[in-house]
């Protein structure tokens, strides 16, 4: 596979300055810093494929033309990726049907989610430009790892943090995962005066790998859709004058659940990894109940139409991100930065949230909307949503 920069990033941003043009709501949390991160193999769309069949040694002519017709209607262009020849050379059983592969799975994830993670933190640091000691807190967010200790644990002594941090370890939320890390970071920042909270979020697909099965077609959306990599934010109220370059406020936040819909999103911890079923109805459902959500979070401003404010949506797949502009009759530039995040990197779950604020963030430079939405779904059904305040 082609080799790509290690850390994913193409934006290099200079030390902070007071560039704020809105003034920060006084104890309210604010986002300070932003920085992503992602493994060394970058997979363009059109050579998934071929590279995906012979990975897996698959055969079947109906699954490779089924996963063509995926890989097209997905709308993603490239995505980053822990797996890589040296792993299968060294793992050959991933790729063999029905194998019990979990220990072998989690000695790949473990150390690559705070590898990246780690890089995330780093440039997310360097771009706050205050020293990682004076970070009070963590929110480390993934569905990638599991083992005692934590990563949160492993990212503090990677980034040399003080003993005494407080750690929080968000574990298996999925898609909606960033959001509700920005929710309890948001918590932590605004009942605890001059802290500041590191949200950090990791991901790889290296947990769902496996040979493709007409007995399980999601896991061909899975290969045809998401991408590893990692993000970091730093969030914090009250920000210095001169010292941070505060550019979102997280005015209010709201979480809720679809009562008897645990199913449409099902994920299932087992002997050859973790497997995903996902409804078809996923899409339908969100648009059932997307708009009072919206209208909830929306109350808290003074904005009363869908149209007057930016919108940072997590990008499950077109199918959401279409069903949402339909329902809301949102104009066609709305969710340009959701489209451009899935088609820069796929969904890499917790983490899209944070590369569509990143996107996000320059397009609100030139006199953009004050007043915007961020939104995640995951299992549960749940809906994860913060209002935004752009500064």
């Not at 550019?247 to 497997?275: C, W």
Request: charged share 25%; with cysteine.
């Amino acid at each position: 596979m082609p080799q790509g920069d290690s850390n994913g990033s193409s934006t290099q941003h200079a030390a902070p300055t007071n560039t704020t043009r809105r003034v920060p709501t006084p104890g309210k949390a604010t986002i300070l810093a932003i920085g992503k991160a992602f493994p060394s193999q970058i997979i363009p769309q059109e050579c998934l494929v071929e590279g995906y069949i012979r990975d897996t040694k698959c055969v079947d002519a109906y699954i490779k033309e089924k996963l063509e017709r995926l890989c097209k209607n997905t709308t993603v262009k490239t995505r980053y990726t822990v797996m890589s020849k040296e792993i299968l050379d060294k793992y050959p059983e991933l790729a063999t049907e029905g194998s019990p592969t979990i220990k072998q799975k989690l000695e790949i994830a473990n150390p690559a989610v705070v590898e990246m993670a780690t890089k995330a933190s780093l440039c997310c640091i360097k771009e706050w430009g205050r020293p990682a000691e004076d970070i009070t807190h963590i929110v480390y967010v993934s569905s990638s790892e599991i083992r005692l200790p934590g990563g949160d644990l492993y990212l503090a002594n990677e980034l040399g943090l003080r003993s005494d941090v407080g750690r929080v370890m968000l574990y298996f939320l999925g898609c909606y995962g960033g959001v509700t890390g920005l929710r309890v970071a948001k918590d932590i920042a605004e009942n605890n005066p001059g802290s500041r909270v590191l949200v950090t979020t990791s991901e790889t697909t290296i947990l769902g790998f496996r040979p493709p099965n007409k007995a399980r077609p999601y896991d061909l959306v899975g290969a045809a859709l998401f991408g590893d990599g990692a993000a970091a934010v730093i969030v914090g109220a009250n920000p210095m004058v001169g010292q941070e370059s505060p550019f979102m406020e997280l005015s209010y936040a709201v979480q809720k659940f679809l009562p008897d819909t645990h199913s449409v999103i099902d994920g299932r911890l087992s002997e050859e990894g973790i497997n995903f079923k996902l409804g078809r109805d996923l899409p339908q459902k969100i648009e059932e109940n997307i708009e009072d959500f919206c209208r909830k979070l929306m109350a808290k401003s003074s904005v009363k139409e869908f149209n007057d404010l930016f919108w940072a949506v997590h990008p499950g797949g077109p199918a959401i991100l279409n069903k949402l502009e339909s329902s809301l009759k949102l104009s066609t530039d709305k969710l340009e930065c959701s489209r451009k995040a899935l088609m820069d990197y796929g969904n890499v779950s917790s983490n899209t949230i944070f590369y569509v604020m990143e996107y996000m963030r320059e397009y609100l430079k030139d006199d953009g909307e004050e007043w915007g939405l961020g939104l995640a779904f995951g299992p549960g059904i749940t809906f994860e949503g913060i209002l935004l305040r752009s500064l």
